[in-house]
C-alpha cells in the first residue's frame, strides 16, 4: 500500500492488503492506518514512523495488530519505506504487509500446552528427574546429567531444584558412584538401551526407600518416577519384626 506519511490515509492498496484486513480498495482510501492499528500496537508504530521521517531510519519492520473489518484482529509483519530521497521532506511511504495470524495463533497454542506441561509437572504426585546419561570412551554409563526436576522431586529428596539442574549427579552426590544400587548404571542401561524398568530400592546418601519406575525418554536420556514409600517399608519392617518377636515368645510359652 502506498500511504500519506503525513496524514496516514491510503492512497493506493492492491488486492492482497485489502483482503488481508477485509475492506475494499475503494474503502480503504477513505481510512488511515491510526484507525484500524490496535491501540496497544499504535504508539510503537508511530515512534518508528517519526524515527523515518527524522532520517534516523531508512525503513522498519514490526509486527502489529490490525482491526479487520468483521471486527477480529488481524496479525501482520508491516515493512515501511520511504518514498522520498534523503534530504526531501516527507510524503508518502510504502507499506508491505504479510498475514502473520497463524503463526501468531500457534505460538500462543504452544506457550499454553506449555504452561499446562509445567503445571501437571509440577504438580505430580510423584518425584520426577530426567537424566542424560554421561559415558567414558569405552561407552560404559559413568555419571548422570541431571536435565530437569520437578517440585516433588525437591521434596522427596531435599535436594534443591536451583542447585541440582544442570549439573552431574555425581557432583551433586558425591559417593554415589559406589552406592550399592547402581543409581548410574541402572538409569544409563535405560538410557542406552530403552528398556523401561519398575522396582524398589533405597538409597544409603539419601537415606529413603522408593518405589522407582524409568523409562527412556529421548537419545541417551533416563526419565524417572518415583515414590517415597520409606513410610511404608519402616511399618512392614515393624510388622516383621513384631511377628517375629510373637513367635519367639510363643515358642517360649510352649
Given at each position: 500500500a502506498q500511504i500519506n506519511t503525513i496524514t496516514g490515509q491510503f492512497v493506493r492498496i492492491n488486492q492482497k492488503y485489502s483482503d488481508i484486513v477485509g475492506y475494499s480498495r475503494a474503502e480503504m482510501e477513505q481510512l488511515d492506518f491510526h484507525k484500524i492499528t490496535h491501540p496497544d500496537d499504535l504508539p510503537a508504530d508511530l515512534h518508528n514512523m517519526e524515527l523515518l521521517?527524522?532520517?534516523?531510519?531508512?525503513?522498519?519492520?514490526?509486527?502489529?495488530?490490525?482491526?479487520?473489518?468483521?471486527?477480529?484482529?488481524?496479525?501482520?509483519?508491516?515493512?515501511?519505506?520511504?518514498?522520498?530521497?534523503?534530504?526531501?521532506?516527507?510524503?508518502?511511504?510504502?507499506?508491505?504487509?504479510?498475514?502473520?495470524?497463524?503463526?501468531?495463533?500457534?505460538?500462543?497454542?504452544?506457550?499454553?500446552?506449555?504452561?499446562?506441561?509445567?503445571?501437571?509437572?509440577?504438580?505430580?504426585?510423584?518425584?520426577?528427574?530426567?537424566?542424560?546419561?554421561?559415558?567414558?570412551?569405552?561407552?560404559?554409563?559413568?555419571?548422570?546429567?541431571?536435565?530437569?526436576?520437578?517440585?516433588?522431586y525437591e521434596q522427596t529428596t531435599g535436594l534443591s531444584i536451583e542447585h541440582v539442574v544442570g549439573k552431574r549427579l555425581t557432583h551433586v552426590l558425591p559417593g554415589i558412584e559406589d552406592d550399592a544400587a547402581d543409581w548410574i548404571g541402572i538409569f544409563g542401561k535405560v538410557a542406552l538401551t530403552g528398556d523401561a524398568m519398575q522396582f524398589e530400592h533405597d538409597s544409603e546418601l539419601l537415606g529413603f526407600y522408593y518405589n522407582i519406575s524409568a523409562y527412556q525418554a529421548g537419545p541417551k536420556q533416563c526419565a524417572v518416577n518415583f515414590l517415597d514409600i520409606t513410610g511404608r517399608r519402616q511399618a512392614e519392617k515393624a510388622l516383621e519384626k513384631s511377628r517375629k518377636l510373637l513367635a519367639e515368645t510363643e515358642q517360649i510359652g510352649k
Open positions: 521521517k527524522a532520517g534516523r531510519k531508512t525503513e522498519f519492520t514490526m509486527e502489529k495488530r490490525y482491526f479487520h473489518k468483521n471486527g477480529s484482529l488481524v496479525w501482520v509483519t508491516l515493512t515501511v519505506s520511504p518514498m522520498w530521497s534523503a534530504g526531501e521532506p516527507p510524503s508518502f511511504h510504502v507499506a508491505v504487509v504479510e498475514d502473520i495470524s497463524e503463526r501468531k495463533q500457534a505460538e500462543k497454542a504452544l506457550i499454553e500446552s506449555e504452561r499446562r506441561y509445567r503445571q501437571l509437572f509440577e504438580n505430580m504426585s510423584s518425584g520426577f528427574v530426567l537424566y542424560e546419561v554421561i559415558q567414558n570412551d569405552q561407552g560404559v554409563p559413568v555419571d548422570l546429567q541431571i536435565i530437569a526436576a520437578n517440585a516433588k
